[in-house]
């Protein structure tokens, strides 16, 4: 009896060791202001009317409200094996945010993936937010936020090339990329090199439906440089684009970005082309940015930003968007943010100003939005 009781302890031990080395956390945030803007549209046609003034709730000022699982085991040796699970929702009417396939519904619509990290860097498959969205969100100075930034200039370039807004799949770039495997290295001197593959899993074909993307960075805690390359098939929708995914090369984006802080103070620029290589005379957008921020107190900061593109196949479409935001964060989980922006679409261009709300074809427009963010 007495052996029995010492192996149950040592047992019972161990396994609370063992559970002590993993965890799981809930977090998440909510993100919600009011927006006034004095043009809109109800539709991503490049006929669209312009539909007046708007005065609206508007969820996601910053970034969308989302929910999510994230959890970590210790192999030992500094070794982990890591999950991730993130859903976004609109707080205005609790519904979920875009999935990959249109008319469909997806949980964990942004991130659901599971991998390995180490000594050797890292390695995670599955839904995941892609390699040269991250490399956009550190070199905009204004953080790649949904109102009037590198993303909502993005948008914009995804609206001219025939996005719906109807799914996450878009024409140029990406977002969130499915059944992708990704590969990190470990920061060396400050250098770090990210490779994502996401395989189609079309029978016949190894190219139909698949992506790949390159991010070679460099931080080295002033300085933050990104080098991007993506290329997808069968990117959803497209200008010709077949019934069936046959490989067809139509989705390319090269982007070049720096920022660099001195003191409190940050400057940011960038570069990026997005096009369908099948048929660039339809789709070729050239994308600049300039952005400066300025880090008042611990709790404010400043930031700017201006963003032009234009279309290399059309002279007369082009448009620029500028922001200014300031952000008090009352806490360390809660921010109160103020926006104002502004965009001049030329020509057929229906670049929004904050991601959500959309602008007629050819019509500059003005917003302002109060919102909070509190994370969780």
Same mark, same amino acid.
């Given at each position: 009896?007495? !052996?029995?009781?010492?192996? *149950?302890?040592?047992?019972?031990?161990?396994?609370?060791?063992?559970?002590?080395?993993?965890?799981?956390?809930?977090?998440?945030?909510?993100?919600?202001?009011?927006?006034?803007?004095? $043009?809109?549209?109800?539709?991503?046609?490049? /006929?669209?009317?312009?539909?007046?003034?708007?005065?609206?709730?508007?969820?996601?000022?910053?970034?969308?409200?989302?929910?999510?699982?994230?959890?970590?085991?210790?192999?030992?040796?500094?070794?982990?094996? %890591?999950?991730?699970?993130?859903?976004?929702?609109?707080?205005?009417? @609790?519904?979920?945010?875009?999935?990959?396939?249109?008319?469909?519904?997806?949980?964990?619509?942004?991130?659901?993936?599971?991998?390995?990290?180490?000594?050797?860097?890292?390695?995670?498959?599955?839904?995941?937010?892609?390699?040269?969205?991250?490399?956009?969100?550190?070199?905009?100075?204004?953080?790649?936020?949904?109102?009037?930034?590198?993303?909502?200039?993005?948008?914009?370039?995804? +609206?001219?090339?025939?996005?719906?807004?109807?799914? /996450?799949?878009?024409?140029?770039?990406?977002?969130?990329?499915?059944?992708?495997?990704?590969?990190?290295?470990?920061?060396?001197?400050?250098?770090?090199? *990210?490779?994502?593959?996401?395989?189609?899993?079309?029978?016949?074909? !190894? /190219?139909?439906?698949?992506?790949?993307?390159?991010?070679?960075?460099?931080?080295?805690?002033?300085?933050?440089?990104?080098?991007?390359?993506?290329?997808?098939?069968?990117?959803?929708?497209?200008?010709?684009?077949?019934?069936?995914?046959?490989?067809?090369?139509?989705?390319?984006?090269?982007? +070049?970005?720096? =920022?660099? $802080?001195?003191? %409190?103070?940050?400057?940011?620029?960038?570069?990026?082309?997005?096009?369908?290589?099948?048929?660039?005379?339809?789709?070729?957008?050239?994308?600049?940015?300039?952005? *400066?921020?300025?880090?008042?107190?611990?709790?404010?900061?400043?930031?700017?930003?201006?963003?032009?593109?234009?279309?290399?196949?059309?002279?007369?479409?082009?448009?620029?968007?500028?922001?200014?935001?300031?952000?008090?964060?009352?806490? =360390?989980?809660?921010?109160?943010?103020?926006?104002?922006?502004?965009?001049?679409?030329? @020509?057929?261009?229906?670049?929004?100003? /904050?991601?959500?709300?959309?602008?007629?074809?050819?019509?500059?427009?003005?917003?302002?939005?109060?919102?909070?963010?509190?994370?969780?």
């Amino acid at each position: 009896m007495k !052996l029995k009781s010492v192996a *149950a302890a040592t047992l019972a031990v161990m396994a609370a060791g063992a559970h002590a080395q993993s965890s799981v956390t809930l977090f998440g945030a909510l993100d919600a202001g009011l927006m006034y803007q004095n $043009t809109s549209a109800a539709t991503l046609s490049p /006929t669209a009317a312009n539909t007046g003034s708007v005065f609206r709730y508007k969820d996601g000022g910053i970034y969308s409200s989302f929910w999510g699982l994230l959890g970590t085991e210790d192999l030992g040796g500094g070794y982990r094996v %890591n999950f991730k699970l993130q859903s976004a929702f609109n707080t205005g009417t @609790g519904a979920l945010g875009l999935p990959d396939t249109a008319g469909t519904v997806a949980l964990f619509n942004q991130i659901a993936r599971v991998g390995v990290s180490g000594p050797f860097g890292s390695f995670d498959v599955g839904r995941q937010i892609a390699p040269i969205a991250i490399a956009m969100v550190e070199t905009d100075a204004r953080g790649a936020q949904y109102f009037g930034s590198i993303l909502t200039a993005w948008a914009g370039m995804n +609206f001219q090339a025939g996005w719906s807004g109807a799914s /996450t799949n878009v024409p140029i770039g990406a977002l969130f990329d499915s059944n992708a495997l990704v590969y990190r290295t470990p920061r060396l001197l400050g250098a770090q090199l *990210a490779l994502e593959y996401a395989p189609g899993g079309v029978p016949g074909s !190894l /190219t139909a439906g698949s992506r790949e993307s390159a991010v070679l960075s460099y931080q080295n805690g002033s300085l933050d440089l990104a080098a991007a390359w993506y290329d997808a098939h069968d990117t959803n929708p497209s200008p010709v684009a077949p019934a069936a995914p046959t490989g067809i090369n139509n989705n390319r984006q090269l982007y +070049f970005g720096a =920022k660099y $802080t001195i003191s %409190n103070f940050f400057v940011s620029g960038s570069y990026s082309n997005g096009k369908n290589p099948a048929h660039s005379n339809l789709v070729n957008y050239d994308l600049w940015s300039l952005g *400066a921020g300025y880090q008042f107190t611990p709790a404010f900061n400043v930031t700017s930003g201006v963003y032009y593109l234009r279309d290399k196949n059309n002279s007369s479409n082009k448009a620029i968007t500028w922001a200014v935001t300031a952000d008090y964060s009352v806490s =360390k989980r809660t921010v109160l943010y103020a926006d104002v922006g502004g965009v001049n679409n030329m @020509g057929t261009m229906r670049v929004p100003v /904050t991601y959500g709300q959309l602008v007629a074809p050819g019509q500059g427009t003005v917003a302002v939005l109060l919102g909070i963010r509190h994370t969780f």
